[in-house]
T-cell receptor, first 114, second 111 residues
Framework: KAGVTQTPRYLIKTRGQQVTLSCSPI?????VSWYQQTPGQGLQFLFE???????NKGNFPGRFSGRQFSNSRSEMNVSTLELGDSALYLC?????????????FGSGTQLSVL | GQSLEQPSEVTAVEGAIVQINCTYQ??????LSWYQQHDGGAPTFLSY????GLEETGRFSSFLSRSDSYGYLLLQELQMKDSASYFC????????????FGKGTRLHILP
């Protein structure tokens, strides 16, 4: 089984631009969650999608949004980029999204905002 | 509120045993997980404790005490490849159940 795939691996943008990141979960997994990782801050939960519906949301501004398609693939969008948005964005998939389930992470998209 | 505390860095010697602690504050939770992340890599699942006590998986063990709001990850027979960051995470109950991660412990292993 292929693992979780995130594209692109690296991205450089300038302030004010917007960006879209993509995540393909493991086949059969219906839940996709997104995390922001910055040095020393661990993984900050952004949101979780299950069956094309946002089921959970973290404490991030509305500039951060996402969606999930019928094949469970998910995209995350950040509009009006700020310098502080520079981070590694990780997505994780699980079978049904239960909080007790094992998460399978992708290698992430490293976003640099200049 | 909900929070997890774990040491930012731990150093140990190859072949030794190391314990990484995690204390948490949450009004209710289902269990405690541990993830390993090598530099430039994806976090990978190590263990999950739903009940109090010790869970053993090869060289790695994880412990949970709900009454003490405390857990730890124990790594035995340390190898250089165990140099990585280790994250504890609680499966927290709430209006919306969610997984909350600690900030991670960087494990340095000396030869």
């Amino acid at each position: 089984k292929a693992g979780v795939t995130q594209t692109p691996r690296y991205l450089i943008k300038t302030r004010g631009q917007q960006v879209t990141l993509s995540c393909s979960p493991i086949s059969g997994h219906r839940s996709v969650s997104w995390y922001q990782q910055t040095p020393g801050q661990g993984l900050q939960f952004l949101f979780e999608y299950f069956s094309e519906t946002q089921r959970n949301k973290g404490n991030f501004p509305g500039r951060f949004s996402g969606r999930q398609f019928s094949n469970s693939r998910s995209e995350m969008n950040v509009s009006t980029l700020e310098l502080g948005d520079s981070a590694l964005y990780l997505c994780a998939s699980s079978l049904n999204g239960g909080v007790s389930e094992k998460l399978f992470f992708g290698s992430g998209t490293q976003l640099s905002v200049l | 509120g909900q929070s997890l505390e774990q040491p930012s860095e731990v150093t140990a010697v190859e072949g030794a045993i190391v314990q990484i602690n995690c204390t948490y504050q949450t009004s209710g939770f289902y269990g405690l997980s541990w993830y390993q992340q090598h530099d430039g890599g994806a976090p990978t699942f190590l263990s999950y404790n739903a009940l109090d006590g010790l869970e053993e998986t090869g060289r790695f063990s994880s412990f949970l005490s709900r009454s003490d709001s405390y857990g730890y990850l124990l790594l035995q027979e340390l190898q250089m490849k165990d140099s990585a960051s280790y994250f504890c995470a609680v499966a927290a109950m709430g209006r919306d159940d969610k997984i909350i991660f600690g900030k991670g412990t960087r494990l340095h292993i000396l030869p």
